[in-house]
């Protein structure tokens, strides 16, 4: 008797996590779904059943992979995948049209789906602490991105219509391999933070930059900072709106 009993709790014991997860998730229904630090190694299949959740949170797992089903999710407003093993992301991401803040910080990325820039309504966009060399030119698109975090990759390049992201006020490049950036860069009219510290080894700021009276805050190297114009240094002492941090 004992014996089938202990029998019986063991078994119960044993899906008592996979119960736990989908009965918070019923929950949760309709607002948010918390998955951080579960030790996954891929989404639950019946997450994506969960098509009223606005927020989903999945961070630091161990997540490899990103299926074609995250499609579903098509009232997501807020995704966080970050400190994964993620190395690339499925078309069907361009299907989240109500995505606000996308969150891939500390993945494995190598490459971005030219769909991103369907995701027409997002505003943050954390890809740091990747692989990534280049981006689609399809992340221009984003008409409402205001923060993009692309520091510590391997960026050789930005795309040549970054300009077209009018609604950017945040952009950091810090530790990549960048040697200029784009002149439609240049014309960000609402930038006000930017982060080039390290951006590549032969990184220089064009002169153009001396017209972007927006940008309030700025994190430079020294060496950097010692073939930039020199408007840069001159601003510093006699805007009090202007910091410039020297790394």
């Avoid at 918390?34 to 059943?49: N, T």
């Avoid at 769909?115 to 990534?132: A, D, K, S, V, Y």
């Avoid at 990184?203 to 060496?223: G, H, S, W």
Wanted: overall charge positive; some cysteine; charged content about 25%.
């Amino acid at each position: 008797m004992r014996l089938s009993l202990l029998i019986i709790l063991i078994i119960a014991l044993s899906g008592c996590g996979h119960y736990n997860l989908e009965n918070r998730a019923t929950k949760s229904r309709g607002t948010k779904l918390d998955l951080s630090r579960k030790k996954l190694d891929e989404i639950p299949e019946w997450i994506f059943e969960q098509t009223q959740v606005r927020e989903l949170n999945l961070h630091r797992n161990r997540i490899k992979s990103i299926p074609s089903e995250i499609g579903n999710l098509v009232n997501l407003e807020k995704l966080t995948l970050s400190r994964n093993d993620i190395d690339s992301l499925p078309p069907e991401i361009g299907k989240l049209k109500k995505l606000r803040r996308l969150s891939l910080k500390a993945n494995k990325l190598i490459y971005i789906p030219p769909e991103i820039g369907e995701l027409e309504n997002l505003e943050e966009l954390w890809l740091n602490f990747n692989q990534l060399q280049k981006l689609p030119d399809e992340i221009t698109e984003l008409k409402k991105l205001t923060h993009i975090y692309l520091d510590y990759n391997n960026l050789l390049e930005l795309p040549e219509n970054i300009g077209n992201l009018t609604a950017l006020v945040h952009l950091t490049l810090k530790q990549n391999r960048l040697s200029y950036l784009p002149p439609s860069f240049y014309t960000l009219t609402q930038l006000n933070f930017l982060n080039v510290s390290y951006a590549g080894a032969s990184f220089t700021l064009d002169e153009a930059f001396c017209k972007m009276r927006n940008v309030e805050t700025l994190y430079i190297d020294q060496a950097t900072l010692s073939f930039s114009p020199r408007c840069i240094q001159i601003r510093a002492n006699s805007n009090f709106r202007f910091t410039i941090y020297v790394e």
